[in-house]
């Protein structure tokens, strides 16, 4: 006789319930020892096709090398910037916020939209200055006496380079990685600056993606849970569970499937690969050297479709090794160099998004939310592997060529010299 099994439906380690926010806090981090943001938030936009060579099994193996095609995720990733950082000391209760250090230059768009979340500043630059001072001495004495366990900076994103159509940035704390001493110096210098993904991540790395999942409403237990369906015969309908429970104990047990709210939960999928960074240019200009806080524009953010080599601000070695690595010379007197992101927009756009005009990081498989949704990539807490060679051949939405391998080849060319390029 065969023996009888009936493994429980759905698991019982997942909560049921809708996410208090849209986009997510983040709690747990790994501990890593570069000093460098831990995480970086971006916007879901899609899928596509990457045709690619196979790295990721051993050279043994039969299928390694192979060409082959797999579904990716396209995740736009604008600049964000470091608004404070925030010291955390340790107790028997756990991590303790010590001080804070906010940057005393706010823009006219950050006073717009974040003067009810956050304490913006309405004093004289120097009187902040001053406050900031005694704030670091705080900081470095706790960091000399051991009792600093970890800095995290506090940044906002810029929704308003995208065309998603939202304007309100998102706050979010991300951990600073490294020794606390290198982490609050690291800190300090990007303080009121923006950060770019490439400087967080690069290709081929796994992260971990934390994300609210796309909303399904009410939701019977079939579709909820998936529990089998009764025999056609049944009364009272197919689509229910056979029974609730035993006569004792007189209650129904939590672990009985119900009927319920299904998706809009927070979760966290681990070790996704990052397959390519496709950068934009912009330009990036700081002036911090303003007298009245009110009047002042900290900064200028601009995006640049395409720019000639002759106006970007590197030595001349830099510019000529540029020019050689993407083999410029002879085919331009005035070399010009196009985004490259502006390609990985299909004709009419991307469906339920927009059009792409910021960097972009093609991810490993599926992703997930919705089209629009803050995904947040974070250094993996659970690494089986923190890096391995991607080797990609072309990026394909449906039977549409977005990218080449020429254009991909000189995309990790540039890598090395992203830093370099915002400058104008």
């Known amino acids: ?152 900076a506090i940044v906002r994103t810029s929704p308003n380079l995208t065309t998603i159509g939202k304007k309100k940035p998102e706050v979010l704390e991300i951990k600073i990685g490294g020794d606390p001493k290198e982490a609050f110096k690291w800190g300090l210098e990007k303080l009121g600056k923006f950060v770019r993904v490439f400087d967080v991540f690069e290709p081929g790395m796994f992260v971990d993606t934390i994300a609210v999942t796309k909303g399904k409403g009410f939701a019977g237990v079939v579709k909820r849970f998936g529990v089998t369906l009764l025999p056609p015969k049944s009364k009272k309908g197919r689509r229910r569970i056979g029974t609730l429970g035993p006569w004792t104990p007189g209650r129904i047990m939590w672990t009985v499937p119900r009927p319920g709210q299904l998706g809009f939960f927070r979760r966290t999928e681990f070790n996704k690969q990052i397959m390519a960074i496709v950068p934009y240019w912009y330009k990036m200009e700081y002036r911090f050297d303003a007298k009245d806080v009110e009047e002042a524009e900290p900064y200028e953010l601009e995006r640049i479709e395409a720019f000639k080599l002759k106006d970007l601000k590197v030595d001349e070695e830099t510019r000529e090794e540029i020019i050689a690595k993407l083999d410029l010379k002879s085919k331009d007197k005035e070399p010009e160099m196009m985004s490259p992101a502006i390609k990985i927009n299909p004709k009419g756009g991307w469906p339920h998004y927009g059009v792409i005009r910021n960097d972009v990081i093609v991810l490993r498989g599926s992703c997930q939310g919705s089209p629009k949704r803050l995904v947040f990539l974070r250094y993996p807490i659970r690494p089986k592997a923190l890096r391995k060679d991607v080797n990609l051949l072309s990026i394909y939405y449906g039977r549409e060529l977005l990218l080449s391998s020429d254009d991909l080849s000189q995309i990790f060319e540039l890598i090395p010299y992203l830093s370099k390029i915002q400058a104008f």
Do not use: C
Request: aromatic content about 10%; glycine content about 4%; hydrophobic content about 35%.
């Open 1 to 152: 006789m065969v023996k009888y099994h009936a493994p429980r439906r759905g698991s019982l380690g997942f909560r049921r319930k809708r996410a208090r926010r849209i986009y997510p806090q983040i709690s747990s981090w790994p501990e890593v020892d570069k000093v460098t943001l831990l995480g970086y938030p971006t916007y879901k936009v899609g899928m596509v096709s990457v045709q690619e060579r196979n790295l990721l099994v051993s050279k043994r193996a039969m299928w390694y090398n192979l060409e082959r095609v797999v579904a990716a995720t396209v995740l736009e990733a604008p600049p964000i910037r470091i608004i404070g950082l925030r010291a955390y000391s340790l107790d028997p209760y756990g991590l303790k916020s010590l001080t804070e250090v906010w940057t005393p230059y706010f823009s006219r768009y950050e006073r717009k939209y974040l003067k009810k979340k956050l304490p913006l500043p309405n004093k004289s630059v120097q009187d902040l200055k001053e406050e900031i001072e005694h704030k670091i001495k705080i900081i470095e004495e706790a960091i000399d006496d051991g009792k600093l366990e970890e800095i995290r």
